[in-house]
């Protein structure tokens, strides 16, 4: 069933500082539209109880992508085409730039923004596990001043994070590294496109002298919440690269994951796949070890 539009309100406070006061206004009351790629859908299906949004995309503090020497800064409202265009990002974070060119179309791509995927909190989305690889940290502001966290800590379970209602994501920051690492992304689903993913692996990686220095590695689609796969990590670190290692590491992966049954796939298919993926991106490290 379709919603009722006009008992929705959409206002456009001309300023971040009069945005903040309306959110700050009644806990919860208000709550942030951005790209409105998330929304609209659930306003079309008349799923969508909230009925007051705060449009924020006029918003030059939302916008942009900064580089400095020891980060990427990307504002909340950073499109995924904005994404692709960016010659430092497809640098140095490919694997975010993938998840972005296979999110949605092109309108999708135009319009969705990262902090909606984000805040969205989709355990299917395909740009957490890349940002979770990467060890992204967010920036939330409101009234009271701004904090950090990194992404590793945000999702708190189905749907829920660290945020409060009168907090805004301003924010994604990506420390830059000088090593040269394997990145290594896959985003499975019924179709090359237009899909919503089955599971999705993000992989970073860097082999010295035979082993394995540095690794992280994220997930999604295989538990209520974007994972990054520290136990997985840790069976890998410092270890040279042979079958007792991807057995230790499939194990640690395999207990830390849980997928389930639903419409679009099975667990066992998720744990296999992700399974396989977690092999395959072993391999490629070890190729860069012998080259
Ligand atoms: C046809 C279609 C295909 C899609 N395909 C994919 C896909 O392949 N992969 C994928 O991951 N997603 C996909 N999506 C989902 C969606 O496009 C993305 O999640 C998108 O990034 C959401 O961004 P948005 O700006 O449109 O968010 P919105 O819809 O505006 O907001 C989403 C949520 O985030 C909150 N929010 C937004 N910005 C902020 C902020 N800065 N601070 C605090 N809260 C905020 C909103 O209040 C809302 O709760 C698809 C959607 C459609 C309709």
């Not at 006009?6 to 951005?34: C, M, Q, R």
């Not at 409105?36 to 449009?55: A, C, F, H, I, R």
């Not at 135009?110 to 909190?121: F, K, P, S």
């Not at 639903?262 to 092999?279: G, I, Q």
Request: aromatic share 6%.
């Amino acid at each position: 069933m379709r919603a009722y539009v006009p008992s929705y309100k959409l206002i456009s406070p001309g300023s971040l500082s009069e945005t903040l006061n309306v959110l700050a206004l009644d806990d919860g009351t208000w709550k942030p539209f951005a790209g409105g790629t998330d929304l609209m859908v659930l306003l079309e299906s008349g799923q969508l109880p909230q009925k007051n949004y705060v449009n924020i995309r006029n918003l030059p503090e939302l916008r942009g992508i900064e580089v400095s020497d020891d980060q990427v800064t990307l504002g909340a409202l950073t499109t995924y085409t904005e994404v692709q265009n960016d010659k430092v990002l497809r640098e140095e974070f490919p694997m975010l730039c993938q998840a972005a060119s296979e999110t949605g179309g092109l309108a999708i791509q135009n319009r969705g923004t990262l902090g909606g995927n984000i805040v969205n909190a989709s355990p299917a989305a395909d740009s957490p596990p890349a940002l979770l690889a990467y060890d992204a940290e967010l920036e939330l502001v409101s009234k009271q001043g701004q904090r950090r966290i990194r992404y590793s800590s945000f999702h708190t379970g189905y749907k829920q994070m660290d945020i409060q209602p009168d907090e805004l994501l301003r924010a994604i920051r990506l420390p830059r590294t000088k090593a040269s690492l394997t990145h290594y992304y896959r985003k499975v689903g019924t179709r090359k496109a237009q899909a919503i993913s089955k599971t999705c692996f993000a992989g970073v990686g860097r082999m010295s002298a035979g082993r394995i220095t540095e690794v992280r590695i994220a997930l999604g689609s295989v538990a209520p919440i974007p994972i990054r796969c520290t136990r997985t990590e840790a069976a890998l670190v410092n270890k040279s690269i042979d079958s007792e290692t991807v057995a230790t590491a499939s194990a640690a992966l395999a207990s830390e994951i849980s997928p389930i049954d639903d419409l679009r796939s099975t667990r066992n298919y998720r744990l296999k796949v992700s399974l396989n993926l977690l092999e395959d991106f072993i391999s490629r490290l070890a190729q860069t070890s012998i080259s």
